[in-house]
């Protein structure tokens, strides 16, 4: 295992339009690039992580002597090339490059970039566009061809003398380093991207992100000579739980945990003859 991950996290996030850059923002109970940084982590395929920033005062956490963090460029692609300068004395076989905007990908996505290296020198996920799509010349607009037209997205995967030599002598500014490979007429291996590996661009990428959760109780009194569930299971036992229905708590409790997590009402409110009246009356008597 020779491969090197790259985390591209010292952009000014122009377009998002907020107090601090958007890879420092809160987002699903952590900093957007620590989603990034703990699945590399994580996945275990990696000697180095590079996590390249411009702010190391927002990166409040430790972490260990394999995640190692420096100050990036002014571009997208003076930053990559700074990391791989860096990472060039470790002789990696294998490099991975990541935007931190791009907190959803899998560790599965990691695996399969990386085989892929196996016989090809770039390797990089894409998926179908969903909209049509224009170009314009001049003041003439044409319909791109969905079916050949292609989204890509990162982690992107390359053999590192392949995409270091490249990055040293590049002479206009690329959007990733898929571009690299594209304008020299060198070979990209697609494979299949994942759908919810949306870069996160604008403020409105992250309004329905939010994680909702549920907690569910159920109380009901032990009688003799009643079957018992719980759980569904029938229980060897010489009492069951008094109620209209079964009397299985734990069911209801799911149930209303589900419920609240999908910020409904609880199941009395569905059932209020059957759940309520024997809810209220079993509380009252416990």
């Known amino acids: 295992m020779n491969n090197y991950f790259i985390i591209l996290a010292s952009g000014q996030s122009k377009r998002f339009n907020f107090k601090k850059p958007k890879q420092f923002i809160t987002y699903r109970n952590k900093a957007l690039f620590e989603h990034s940084l703990d699945k590399a982590i994580?996945?275990?395929?990696?000697?180095?992580?590079?996590?390249?920033?411009?702010?190391?005062?927002?990166?409040?956490?430790?972490?260990?002597?394999?995640?190692?963090?420096?100050?990036?460029?002014?571009?997208?692609?003076?930053?990559?090339?700074?990391?791989?300068?860096?990472?060039?004395?470790?002789?990696?076989?294998?490099?991975?490059?990541?935007?931190?905007?791009?907190?959803?990908?899998?560790?599965?996505?990691?695996?399969?970039?990386?085989?892929?290296?196996?016989?090809?020198?770039?390797?990089?996920?894409?998926?179908?566009s969903k909209d049509s799509i224009k170009y314009k010349v001049k003041n003439q607009l044409f319909n791109l061809n969905r079916k050949n037209s292609y989204l890509t997205?990162?982690?992107?995967?390359?053999?590192?003398?392949?995409?270091?030599?490249?990055?040293?002598?590049?002479?206009?500014?690329?959007?990733?380093?898929?571009?690299?490979?594209?304008?020299?007429?060198?070979?990209?291996?697609?494979?299949?991207?994942?759908?919810?590996?949306?870069?996160?661009?604008?403020?409105?990428?992250?309004?329905?992100?939010?994680?909702?959760?549920?907690i569910g109780f159920d109380i009901h009194r032990l009688i003799k000579d009643k079957k018992l569930y719980l759980g569904g299971i029938k229980i060897p036992f010489h009492s069951g739980l008094k109620g209209h229905s079964d009397g299985d708590v734990i069911l209801h409790s799911i149930i209303d945990a589900l419920l609240g997590a999908m910020r409904k009402k609880d199941i009395g409110t569905f059932f209020p003859d059957n759940k309520n009246k024997f809810k209220i009356l079993d509380h009252q008597k416990c």
């Open 153 to 214: 997205q990162t982690p992107q995967a390359f053999k590192f003398k392949d995409i270091y030599d490249l990055s040293i002598n590049q002479k206009n500014i690329p959007q990733d380093e898929a571009a690299l490979f594209i304008d020299n007429n060198l070979k990209i291996n697609f494979i299949k991207g994942e759908t919810l590996n949306n870069k996160i661009t604008f403020k409105e990428d992250i309004i329905n992100t939010k994680t909702y959760f549920g």
């Open 42 to 128: 994580k996945s275990k395929l990696f000697k180095k992580i590079i996590l390249v920033t411009n702010d190391k005062n927002q990166i409040k956490k430790k972490y260990s002597k394999d995640v190692i963090i420096i100050k990036g460029g002014k571009e997208r692609s003076d930053s990559s090339l700074i990391a791989l300068k860096y990472i060039k004395k470790f002789n990696p076989n294998n490099v991975l490059i990541h935007d931190a905007a791009r907190p959803n990908f899998t560790i599965g996505l990691l695996n399969k970039l990386i085989n892929s290296l196996k016989k090809n020198k770039a390797s990089i996920p894409v998926i179908s």
